[in-house]
């Protein structure tokens, strides 16, 4: 049982430039949600999907986009990378409300040069 | 709206000494609240919740937290710090009606030896 994981671990981008962040959950949650983390500014949801096929904005979605096609797999996709996309990004899994414990990846530490 | 506070950047402890890290919230129905830890260059980890019951929580590795509903409170506190304790910890909330936590901008926890 892998939990939450994600990849790559490490990227440099250069401005412009786009890629997909990697997550997966093997725990068949129904919830998934991207954050990043800025230091001293906590955890910012980006998107967050509450099953296959249905994915909704969280607080700081522009720039970003993302597609849920199965309950595993929630890909977060940069299309114009911009340096204030510097960042470390953490996918997480639950089962989902009441209870919503979540369980966070290693993370995804980015930076757009 | 849901919103945490942790109101200090860094708490300083001995080794042996009691600790507690600071949490308000404010939600306009029933609180859901969290705490989580981070581990340098990991994801978070969950420690413990309070969803209802009970307004002493325990949870891993010895912490423990109140609820306090008069003081909107949910500080996480253990009777003897560890060296290994040191970590970023986050406070997070779910009011009732929403289906996403807030989290706070984290507490860093330093135990000295």
């Known amino acids: 049982n892998a939990g939450v994981t994600q990849t790559p671990k490490f990227r440099i981008l250069k401005i412009g430039q786009s890629m997909t962040l990697q997550c997966t959950q093997d725990?068949?949650?129904?919830?998934m949600y991207w954050y990043r983390q800025d230091p001293g500014m906590g955890l910012k949801l980006i998107y967050y999907?509450?099953?296959?096929?249905?994915?909704d904005k969280g607080e700081v979605p522009n720039g970003y986009n993302v597609s849920r096609s199965t309950t595993e797999d929630f890909p977060l996709r940069l299309e114009l990378a911009a340096p204030s996309q510097t960042s470390v990004y953490f996918c997480?899994?639950?089962?989902?409300?009441?209870?919503?414990?979540?369980?966070f990846g290693p993370g995804t530490r980015l930076t757009v040069l | 709206a849901q919103s945490v506070a942790q109101p200090e950047d860094q708490v300083n402890v001995a080794e042996g000494n009691p600790l507690t890290v600071k949490c308000t919230y404010s939600v306009s129905g029933n609180p859901y609240l969290f705490w989580y830890v981070q581990y340098p260059n990991r994801g978070l980890q969950f420690l413990l919740k309070?969803?209802?019951?009970?307004?002493l929580v325990k949870g891993s590795y010895g912490f423990e937290a109140e609820f306090n509903k008069s003081q909107t409170s949910f500080h996480l506190k253990k009777p003897s710090a560890l060296v290994s304790d040191s970590a970023l910890y986050f406070c997070a909330v779910r009011d009732a009606g929403y289906s996403t936590l807030t989290f706070g901008k984290g507490t860093m926890l330093l135990v000295s030896p």
């Open positions: 309070y969803i209802t019951g009970d307004n």
């Open positions: 999907s509450v099953g296959a096929g249905i994915t």
């Open positions: 997480a899994s639950s089962w989902g409300y009441p209870h919503d414990t979540q369980y």
């Open positions: 725990m068949n949650h129904n919830y």
